[in-house]
């Protein structure tokens, strides 16, 4: 596949410098507390907060607020919508951009396609989605009759904000870059990863139109993610691992949830789908 840098330009320049700032401190201050020193409480804050932000991202972002692959009360969608937050995501805004995605998916209008080059894909898409408010909350009107995922939409920096501010008064700044920031770093590269390796390598189950593949790396490190050929051809689906070794540990806080009753109707791929599963890994 040949690559094609293209530079989306429809945030203003100052914007785009504020993303990159935060970008660049996500990494900064994890790389200065491991060279000058960490303490125990860092990487306590870091196994408390991860899955929660890592749950933030793929369950809740990803196949709740994008493709509602299961239904749940207000009370824990905002709480879902927090979890978000917690790595300085905006759930309404994703959702919004991730749907624009599969609707263009692998085009010169899908900004953060291989199509358009490593670095638009990895980072770029990051710092300039190349849509408008206009477009994104067209996507939307489910989640944007709900207020308070308004005021998240408009507010996404502050619970992120919020958690630094504890952490920092639990350990210092040095928790502030492990217990936080680390997290929020890793988890902007596990999704590009997606992005990117997910769409340029693989095996392919489905005849999908698009380039999605099913990438062992990224479906392990990713949680589940990574099984992006199935994703991209049941994507309302809460289960992204179809075949028995296809691991996929979101699918299965989905299921606990469902089980804890928190969240119920949980979407599942069709039986002709897993039927096709279960013959190819035969």
């Not at 303490?39 to 509602?68: E, K, N």
């Amino acid at each position: 596949m040949s690559e094609r840098v293209v530079q989306p330009q429809v945030r203003t320049p100052s914007e785009r410098r504020r993303i990159g700032g935060l970008l660049i401190l996500l990494h900064a201050l994890p790389i200065w507390a491991i060279t000058t020193g960490t303490t125990s409480t860092d990487w306590l804050f870091f196994a408390c907060l991860y899955p929660f932000q890592a749950i933030g991202v793929g369950v809740a972002m990803h196949r709740y607020f994008a493709h509602r692959s299961f239904r749940t009360s207000r009370a824990f969608q905002f709480f879902l919508a927090l979890t978000s937050a917690a790595t300085f995501g905006n759930p309404v805004g994703f959702a919004g951009k991730h749907r624009l995605h599969h609707q263009n998916v692998d085009s010169e209008r899908d900004v953060h396609s291989p199509v358009h080059g490593l670095w638009s894909c990895w980072i770029g898409s990051l710092l300039d989605s190349g849509y408008t408010e206009e477009q994104i909350l067209k996507k939307v009107p489910d989640l944007a009759r709900y207020p308070e995922l308004m005021w998240l939409h408009r507010h996404f920096l502050w619970p992120g904000l919020a958690l630094c501010v504890i952490a920092f008064l639990v350990g210092g700044l040095s928790t502030v870059a492990i217990g936080v920031c680390l997290g929020a770093a890793l988890l902007v590269h596990q999704s590009s990863a997606v992005n990117y390796l997910s769409h340029r390598f693989g095996t392919r189950r489905f005849d999908t139109p698009d380039h999605s593949t099913n990438n062992w790396v990224t479906g392990i490190l990713t949680f589940g993610e990574g099984w992006h050929n199935n994703h991209h051809y049941c994507p309302n689906s809460a289960r992204a691992g179809f075949a028995w070794y296809e691991i996929d540990m979101f699918y299965w806080v989905i299921w606990l949830f469902d089980k804890l009753g928190l969240v119920r109707d949980v979407r599942q791929p069709p039986a002709r789908v897993r039927a096709a599963a279960r013959l190819a890994t035969s």
